[in-house]
């Protein structure tokens, strides 16, 4: 007996200790697929961010290459015209962007700098001079140098100066690594974050965090976009190669300048908001054990008690009851020929009853049983009686004072032939597993909220990068509308008393404001296609070229074109985008056939793809570069001079956002004085992700 009890008494102890093993393995288990769940989440914002930061910092530097351009362009003109222009390309940047200018001879030594120094200061050796030497006559980002003119760490953004096809030297815009620092730091949505622009070398441009502990640092080249030069975005988990802090990255890449913005999250600020409900789940695990402990102890203790106290009925009996009060579970006997119902005492105090003033019946347990569960109960009952199986259900049960508790029914029936002579089972109350239950669904539903509002601030974020080109053209307007007022003031009342460079000034001041106003046009009209909801229609799409064709043609009496618009073009999208979009493509063959003595501009159906209907917008006017044509797109990109055709650079952008909004694509070809063709096409069945992403 003492063996067998032994044994029951391990048993029993090795089963707790199983259960205990089983909770503590789930609930760290959860807690870590929850963290692998919010870093996967967080590694996806860092790669979001990194893309909107590119974008951002690819348009600074294009604003950056055309100041170059125009500058170079100038640099044969007169020291003082020179000059001028370069003020105002450093007024419209930002204050402190760029530290100063500075044009170098073919031998490396400065002999002009915005700084008013004297020239002289030799940079031939200076790598990014080496690579605008060796290079042909595209950008050159450098990597990070220290300044031998005012001791700033600087990176340099350079193209290369020509005189009858040799290399006569470079010019230099300086643009101080401390401010690019600060720019960046303003995405930081926590302390511990990082934001990094790296040149292709591995260094740092500049860097959100310590940026001068950064300068001349090279990163590992365990880094993937170190790995694969081809690649253009990615993300990965390591340690900060400056302060060894782990952070999630994303990482996007420049095509035309091979820099890297890099966005780092940093763990510790990404979990920070799972900390405390990992406190909460561990404290709750940990009391779980403990109650599956206890109880475990205590049913073996009673194994214990009961088999060495056989003899002693009474007491038996009263430890019994009083582990039926600690587990709350009771049993219970009905015998349906007498009707007659026998309750344990646990059972009266789960139902509130007191077995001196209630009578326990069938019609009574029945009238306790909630009635949304009555029907279940009953269902559950007759298929345990037809199959002859025990029945097991858990049901709620009110209580007299109005309460409810939620109780577990085992039931077992003992049969003489096909009658039932006794129904024996337990009752137990369940309420407090059924509360600790709807906690860790509240727990987790709490944390899910979490992530969902961290996931919708991330994307108010992005809508406000969004809207920032939108509100600062929108704020230019008032201050441009007075410098061009106050100039046609001067110029209509003062302009005799003028000296001949002072109307030369006057001229430039007007003509600069009235550009800077088309391009705010443009700015704004990119801003508002991008906000604007679609409302597909069938268009014809023939008759809308036409309309746009005699637009451009009206007050154009002089130039003859040629126009071949194919009849029964037809297409489905939203009617004043798809305007936009004819006013563009065709604008642009009516601009750049401006100087061909017999223009024809074309407009016709291609064979495209399964389910698209695509067209070609055809011109034999200037045409342009195929080795360009991946700027073609980009906004504020220009493959002409200001002075040969005009324009902002925006137009072409716009078209390809807003087929892209549609479902669609467009591309370009063409070749130089030999005209231009741009491909564009449309689903036609409107695809409906992308009516609801528009709004």
Known sequence: MVSRLRSTVTAVALFTALAVMVLWGLSLQLQAQLREQVLARAQTRSQQLADAMAGQFGARLAQLDLGLLDLRARWGEPLAEFKEAEQRLLQALPDGLVSHLSVVDADGVIVYNSLG??????????????ALRRGGDGLVVGEPVRSRLNGEWLMVVGRPLWRDGAFAGAMHLNVSTDHLAGLLGRLVLSEGDLVGLIHPSGKFLARSLDNEAAMDHVLPSDRPFLQDRQALRGSFRLGGSVDGVPRLFGWQRLPESGIVVVVGLSEAGVLEPLQRSNRQALMLTALLALMLTAIGAWIAWLLWKLERS????????????????????????FEPVGGQLEWSDEVYRIFGRHAHEFVPSEQAYLESVHPDDMEALRGAFNQATSRRTPMDIVHRIRLPDGGERHVRLLCEMDFEGERVVRYHGTVQDITELRETQRALEGLNAELEQR??????????????????????????????????????LLAESDESRLSPEGRDALRRILDSARRMGVLINDLLSMAQQSRAELKAERIHLSELAR?????????????????????????????????????????????????????????????????MASFCVRDNGAGFD???????????????????FEGTGVGLASVQRILQRHGGSVRGEGQPGRGASFYFSLPVVPLRHFMDSAG
Not at 117 to 130: A, E, L
Not at 320 to 331: F, I, N
Not at 626 to 644: N, S
């Open 117 to 130: 120094q004297p020239p002289g200061t030799f940079v031939g050796d200076r790598p990014h001079f080496q």
């Open 310 to 333: 056989r003899d002693q009925g009474a007491r038996s009996e009263q430890r019994l009851k009083s582990a039926q009060r600690m587990a709350r579970l009771g049993h219970w006997e």
């Open 451 to 488: 992530v969902k509002a961290r996931t919708r601030a991330l994307v108010g974020l992005n809508r406000e990068l969004e809207s920032f080109t939108y509100s600062v053209s929108h704020d230019l307007r008032t201050p441009l509308r007075g410098i061009h007022g106050f100039a046609s």
């Open 547 to 611: 309309t746009v064709a005699q637009e451009l043609a009206h007050g154009h009496e002089e130039r003859q074109v040629q126009w071949r618009i194919e009849r029964g073009l037809w297409v489905t999208a939203d009617p004043s985008l798809m305007r936009v979009v004819m006013q563009n493509l065709l604008g642009n063959a009516w601009k750049y056939t401006g100087r061909t003595p017999q223009a024809c501009i074309e407009l016709f159906r291609v064979e495209g793809e399964e389910g």
């Open 626 to 644: 195929m080795r360009y044509a991946d700027q073609l797109f980009q906004p504020f990109k220009r493959l002409h001079r200001q002075d040969e």
